[in-house]
């Protein structure tokens, strides 16, 4: 089914949705000098987390919203361990290359909002730092906010952080 033209009589574009989920656990045995990376943002002092790219779980699912709300794949497909390119990439990258095919693929992004899920670290004290730089990344609003899960599951244990993430984007046409 195509996509509703906003130009037909009568027709309206309807906005789209996507959600997007990333979870990392916190790294067993860190390199030297290893540095955590969320939200856009390194965090040094803190735990890095284990990954085939940076693992910001923010900026990983908020990536996936946006392609999953513009139907082309998620990030395992757009990005996967299969592709050696993106060993190491920064979060923030493959959120801009997310952005870019969204809008290749006709789409405008409207704006995407995260949710951080963890113990660790505060993101409070850096919350506008953290939504300039993935604003930045995705060339449109993002909003950040976190929460912890009181004790509970892999976060509130202290193994990792896990990120959520939803994003609206209409047609470009």
Known sequence: MSEPR???PGRVALPRTGIGVDVHAYAAD???GAVLHLAGLAWPGERPLEGHSDADV???AAADALLSAAGIGDLGSNF???EPQWRGAAGAVLLAEAARRVREAGFVIGN???QVIG???RLGPRRAEAVAALSAAAGAPVSVSATTTDGLGLTGRGEGVAAIATALIVSAS
């Open 30 to 32: 860190p390199a030297p």
């Open 112 to 114: 995407v909002a995260v």
């Open 58 to 60: 923010a900026a990983h």
């Open 6 to 8: 906003a130009d037909e």
């Open 119 to 121: 113990n660790r670290p």
């Open 80 to 82: 996967g361990t299969s």
